[in-house]
């Protein structure tokens, strides 16, 4: 009976909240029309932690007659989230917070009102987005599409195929992420240049800075070019008609969890089964912790929602930069990213099990605790202390996150910088004193390998850098810890990916250290811990 569309909803709300999912309290005509017609929230990227956190904040306001319009998704990659998970039902998802004690809170997100490909092939969704674009009414584009699709070039500086060939074609039929945005704000700027912000909640460090050089780049490339009329990149450097805010976002997001798909299933929810689209698997329902921060440097030329009201901190520029730090380069990004490769090479499937090891929770411990917390600076509004203690003893360990290491190994190439090439920087001349931090980072070498510590052949997560590293330490073999020589040194030193030259800063050679331990031979990882983790 629990069929998730408006008409079942509407039709079955009190089945719905017998089952224990609560529904919404608005209008569906009315939202929908008003969002149309009067567009203020754009979202590109239609994922996990936008249903369960972004579009969720929206709708409480909604929900207390704080605002009077919803959202509107789109996707820049994967055509068929749209064409599969959203529309087919009329853009509703379940969010489920799931609470340590075993507890799951469940409601329908309802405030998504129309899902849309960004894509210039597909002719009827661009020019809605144009339209959307150009509404004066418009507020906020805001992005969820990670860290990697605001680069415009490869590990080697080359242009990546696509935003070549827009930078080279112009605006009119883009094929890059960001050529497509870039197309899009001009769109807004030939329509009379209204004020617009260009939030991105990406996990990454300073995140507004990222997509404004992307969008630029393409902007001031189509106007050296002569490909379209002047003024578009003097209008983008205008803060108080394009502004980019810095923001920090925090929530645990994991994959889908069995346990709640079976959960769901029990209420009588018949939507439950996994979805599957040529690029991922995904779900109606998008299950997280129940623990959130969303800091935001509070830069709206055009306005903005009072999210506040719903929990979002704004501040300035400089205090989203701390918090930023703070969360990304001590406080949790490091630790998840130790506990990743480290929980990959000791065969653990959960983060949850990998903080009863002993020797893995000390292991994130001291690189919290002892090599970041001294050169992190307190933004004041989050206390680092508190914050990394609610990390270790309450998030991290909560059994009902099926959050995995294998999930946050993803990319790792991309992060190692800032999660942990910061606090190198930040500790200066005694940077070469450090322990963990360097261990954390032979692990993660160790872990390129696709070799666990009992000697069984494991693929890599995903990360755009994969094969590059993973050539550099060709002939390797675990048991033969001589068959590292030179062979880290092109990584350890590559600053494109640490932000560093570890050598320059004393630590490449105790990186290659720790590794050669690492490759000594079977169980090689778990001595390596239990000799440095003390």
Request: aromatic share 8%; with cysteine.
């Amino acid at each position: 009976m629990l069929q998730l569309n408006r008409k079942n909803v509407a039709a079955y709300r009190e089945q719905w909240e017998d089952a224990g999912i609560k529904t919404y309290n608005f209008s569906d005509s009315e939202v929908i029309e008003k969002t149309g017609s009067k567009p203020q929230w754009l979202h590109f990227g239609g994922g996990n932690i936008f249903r369960a956190f972004i579009a969720r904040l929206q709708q409480e306001l909604l929900e207390r007659n704080l605002a009077a319009t919803g959202i509107i998704v789109a996707t820049t990659h994967n055509k068929e989230v749209i064409t599969k998970l959203y529309r087919p039902y009329d853009n509703l998802s379940v969010a489920v917070t799931m609470h340590a004690n075993g507890d799951f809170t469940k409601k329908i997100i309802g405030n998504i009102t129309e899902a849309l490909v960004c894509d210039s092939a597909e002719k009827d969704d661009w020019q809605r987005l144009k339209e959307i674009i150009a509404a004066p009414s418009l507020q906020i584009v805001s992005f969820t599409i990670t860290e990697k699709a605001y680069k415009l070039k490869d590990h080697n500086g080359n242009y990546f195929e696509d935003a070549a060939e827009d930078m080279k074609k112009g605006p009119e039929n883009p094929q890059s992420p960001m050529g497509c945005i870039t197309s899009l704000l001009y769109t807004r700027y030939k329509g009379g240049g209204q004020p617009i912000a260009f939030l991105s909640l990406d996990n990454c460090s300073h995140n507004g800075d990222k997509i404004k050089e992307a969008v630029l780049h393409f902007a001031e490339t189509w106007e050296k070019n002569k490909l379209i009329c002047s003024g578009f990149s003097a209008y983008i450097n205008d803060k108080n008609k394009v502004a980019f805010p810095w923001s920090m976002i925090d929530k645990i997001t994991p994959q889908p969890s069995e346990k709640v798909r079976i959960h769901l299933k029990k209420c009588g929810f018949k939507n439950a089964d996994a979805i599957h689209t040529e690029k991922s698997e995904c779900s109606l329902f998008v299950n997280a912790e129940k623990t959130e921060y969303l800091v935001i440097e509070d830069k709206f030329p055009n306005g903005r929602p009072p999210l506040e009201k719903a929990g979002v901190i704004f501040t300035d520029k400089d205090t989203v930069d701390k918090i930023e730090h703070m969360k990304v380069c001590t406080c949790l990004n490091p630790l998840h990213t130790a506990l990743a490769v480290y929980g990959c090479l000791l065969g653990y499937t959960l983060i949850a099990d990998e903080m009863k090891d002993a020797e893995l929770k000390k292991f994130i411990e001291l690189i919290g605790y002892k090599e970041g917390l001294p050169v992190v600076t307190d933004p004041k509004v989050l206390n680092p202390k508190k914050f990394i203690d609610e990390v270790i003893k309450e998030r991290f360990n909560n059994p009902n996150v099926p959050d995995t290491p294998q999930r946050i190994a993803s990319d790792t190439s991309q992060k190692v910088g800032i999660r942990f090439g910061e606090t190198i920087k930040a500790h200066g001349k005694k940077a070469a004193e450090l322990e963990y931090i360097p261990l954390a980072i032979a692990g993660w070498c160790r872990y390129l390998l696709g070799i666990d510590d009992a000697g069984n052949v494991f693929t890599p997560s995903p990360d755009p850098l994969l094969k590059y590293l993973q050539d550099n330490l060709t002939g390797i073999k675990v048991g033969e810890p001589d068959t590292a020589k030179g062979k880290l040194t092109e990584i350890l030193s590559n600053k494109n990916i640490f932000g560093i030259n570890l050598y320059e800063v004393d630590l490449g050679k105790k990186v290659e250290k720790y590794f050669g331990e690492l490759i000594s031979g079977k169980n090689a990882v778990r001595n390596v811990l239990k000799k440095y983790v003390r």
